[in-house]
């Protein structure tokens, strides 16, 4: 199994009893302050994982493809705080997100090679909404982004521009997984099941990170005004 730990990409066995993560790669151009985040992996098994300034403050985040032989490429993002990517239904846009500035970021990504061209802003969230944490896409390609701070969860259909929220009873969610099965003949998360991951910072918040769950979420959802969430431009 393939990690990341703070400086790295590293091999770990969870059958091992007693044996430590052995590093893989430890990209050198990384700052000091600097550490991994979220990470996925695309369609053709590379693992792209994000990295971020400890402190949330220099924009030193960067974002890493490492492929099958050990290869490694990085790209630079200027990001204080880069966060986990997604891609479309087509596999042939890539999203990421610049959480510390409230921005949802898109690239065009070539499936066969891993590529990226064409960096652009995709969406904007509105200060009172949080920030951009992880994010996922459905089976009808529409985007779940968990909002930090916002306590909330919106859907983005690119096609169509819609924004839909589910909101949460935790301040801050963190991530978006999307549950199965659906019942027969549906597609997307309809019926489904929608899990994610909540994180606390007070110390009187216990416990500090726990998963939350809703099931049916359809029901739940309500419209976002258009003016809440800005999308400046098509993917």
Same mark, same amino acid.
């Given at each position: 199994?393939?990690?990341?730990?703070?400086?790295? $990409?590293?091999?770990?066995?969870?059958?091992? %009893? @007693?044996?430590?993560?052995? $590093?893989?790669?430890?990209?050198?151009?990384?700052?000091?302050?600097?550490?991994?985040?979220?990470?996925?992996?695309?369609?053709?098994?590379?693992?792209?994982?994000? %990295?971020?300034?400890?402190?949330?403050?220099?924009?030193?985040?960067?974002? $890493?493809?490492?492929?099958?032989? @050990?290869?490694?490429?990085?790209?630079?993002?200027?990001?204080?705080? !880069?966060?986990?990517? %997604?891609?479309? *239904? &087509? @596999?042939?846009?890539?999203?990421?997100?610049?959480?510390? *500035?409230?921005?949802?970021?898109?690239?065009?990504?070539?499936?066969? !090679?891993?590529?990226?061209?064409?960096? *652009?802003?995709?969406?904007?969230?509105?200060?009172?909404?949080?920030?951009?944490?992880?994010?996922?896409?459905?089976?009808?390609?529409?985007?779940?982004?968990?909002?930090?701070?916002?306590?909330?969860? #919106?859907?983005? &259909?690119?096609?169509?521009?819609?924004?839909?929220?589910?909101?949460?009873?935790?301040?801050?969610?963190? #991530?978006?997984?999307?549950?199965?099965?659906?019942?027969?003949?549906?597609?997307?998360?309809?019926?489904?099941?929608?899990? @994610? *991951?909540?994180?606390?910072? #007070?110390?009187?918040?216990?416990?500090?990170?726990?998963?939350?769950?809703?099931?049916?979420?359809?029901?739940?959802? !309500?419209?976002?005004?258009?003016? &809440?969430? &800005?999308?400046?431009?098509?993917?």
């Amino acid at each position: 199994m393939i990690i990341t730990l703070r400086r790295g $990409y590293a091999l770990f066995d969870p059958e091992a %009893t @007693g044996d430590a993560p052995r $590093y893989l790669h430890r990209p050198e151009a990384e700052p000091p302050g600097n550490r991994f985040n979220d990470v996925k992996c695309d369609t053709g098994g590379r693992f792209w994982g994000c %990295t971020m300034d400890f402190a949330c403050e220099a924009r030193t985040g960067a974002l $890493y493809c490492y492929a099958a032989g @050990g290869s490694c490429v990085r790209h630079d993002m200027g990001y204080t705080v !880069t966060n986990i990517p %997604t891609w479309s *239904r &087509d @596999g042939r846009t890539m999203y990421f997100n610049d959480t510390a *500035r409230g921005r949802v970021n898109a690239c065009n990504f070539e499936p066969e !090679t891993g590529a990226l061209s064409n960096p *652009r802003e995709w969406a904007a969230l509105r200060p009172r909404h949080g920030l951009p944490d992880g994010m996922t896409t459905d089976a009808a390609g529409r985007l779940w982004i968990a909002h930090w701070g916002g306590a909330c969860v #919106s859907c983005h &259909d690119p096609r169509r521009g819609a924004e839909l929220g589910a909101h949460e009873p935790h301040p801050n969610p963190a #991530s978006t997984p999307l549950g199965y099965p659906r019942p027969p003949g549906r597609t997307g998360p309809e019926g489904g099941t929608l899990l @994610g *991951r909540h994180e606390c910072r #007070s110390s009187a918040d216990r416990p500090s990170s726990a998963t939350f769950r809703r099931s049916n979420i359809s029901p739940k959802l !309500t419209v976002l005004a258009k003016r &809440d969430i &800005d999308h400046p431009m098509p993917s």
